[in-house]
């Protein structure tokens, strides 16, 4: 059963940074790819970033220049370093991985942007 940590997220003004964390245990050497999703409140959920296996990242165009991912593939851990942070980067972050075939979220940790 493949679980997900999440960590840091919280509060931060207009141009700070904040940087997330996610810890897969359970998954062996088979996840496909990590990355992080966000949902702020009436919207849908959106892909922020993802980094695969094969070292190929996406980003949402919206944080490319602001957002960096990277993933330890031997730790199965994977960082969002969020700098440059406007209000409009609030919402609901989770974690996800792709395993197996599977889907698995995080928790979800909060990211709150304002002065």
């Known amino acids: 059963q493949v679980q997900l940590m999440e960590s840091g997220g919280g509060s931060a003004q207009p141009g700070g940074s904040l940087r997330l964390s996610c810890a897969a245990s359970?998954?062996?050497?088979?996840?496909?790819?990590m990355g992080w999703y966000r949902q702020a409140p009436g919207k849908q959920r959106e892909l922020v970033a993802r980094v695969f296996t094969s070292g190929t990242i996406n980003y949402k165009d919206s944080v490319k220049g602001r957002f960096t991912i990277s993933r330890d593939n031997a730790e199965n851990t994977v960082v969002l370093q969020m700098n440059m942070l406007k209000p409009e980067d609030t919402a609901v972050y989770y974690c996800?991985?792709?395993?197996?075939?599977?889907?698995?979220w995080g928790q979800g940790t909060q990211v709150t942007v304002s002065s």
């Open positions: 359970g998954s062996g050497s088979g996840i496909y790819v």
């Open positions: 996800n991985v792709v395993v197996g075939g599977q889907v698995i």
